[in-house]
């Protein structure tokens, strides 16, 4: 092939290749907003999980999935994991949240590792509260690369019309809702 042949396929190449770019940036949601704050001693309690997109360490839970969080003196929030196996055996993980940022800040790290690896930065998973009704009874929870959703209520079963309009809002923050799983009650 003739080198300005090549130069010239080459140039359309680098042109494609841009304007694919392009529109993939604009394609990409905007950064992942949460809500303005979080009253933390309100939020404390039990929580059952409705859906989640699937992830690896929940990938042995078949249902009855919950959430315990309570408050403990240093200001850490006590978490505590529990869903039950496929084999019907109840599973449980306690892990440690703490809330990045002033006290009503609805960011937070949550690690589930020993607590003698806590200075290890890997071990720490953001949890962001993206999404609450009013009567803290129905949240969302991700992180900023909507990798991970889970939604969350304070009773195992949710009004759909309420469901319906926390899936509008979500899709309006860029989560695919296809990829969400209704956990099993």
Same mark, same amino acid.
């Given at each position: 092939?003739?080198? /300005? ?6 140039g359309? %190449? ?5 304007s694919?770019?392009? =529109? ?9 907003? =949460? ?14 999980e ?8 929940q ?9 315990t ?33 002033? /006290? ?5 790290k ?6 003698w690896?806590s ?11 993206i999404d ?7 949240v969302?929870?991700?992180e ?7 939604? %969350?209520?304070? =009773?195992?079963t ?5 469901y ?8 309006t ?13």
């Amino acid at each position: 092939m003739p080198a /300005p042949l090549r130069i010239v396929l080459a140039g359309l %190449l680098l042109i494609i290749d841009g304007s694919s770019s392009a =529109t993939a940036a604009q394609m990409a949601p905007a950064p992942l907003g =949460t809500i303005p704050h979080l009253d933390v001693p309100r939020y404390m309690g039990v929580w059952y999980e409705v859906a989640k997109y699937p992830n690896r360490f929940q990938a042995g839970c078949a249902g009855e999935t919950s959430a315990t969080y309570s408050l403990q003196a240093n200001g850490t929030v006590k978490v505590v994991n529990r869903c039950k196996r496929t084999g019907g055996k109840m599973d449980e993980a306690v892990g440690v949240a703490r809330q990045i940022g002033g /006290p009503t800040s609805p960011k937070l790290k949550v690690r589930f590792a020993p607590w003698w690896l806590s200075w290890v930065p890997a071990v720490w998973g953001d949890y962001w509260v993206i999404d609450l009704d009013p009567g803290y009874r129905l949240v969302a929870i991700s992180e900023p690369r909507r990798k991970y959703l889970w939604v %969350l209520s304070r =009773t195992p079963t949710v009004a759909p019309a309420a469901y319906q309009a926390l899936l509008s809002r979500l899709q309006t923050q860029g989560f695919d809702l296809a990829k969400l799983e209704i956990t099993k009650q």
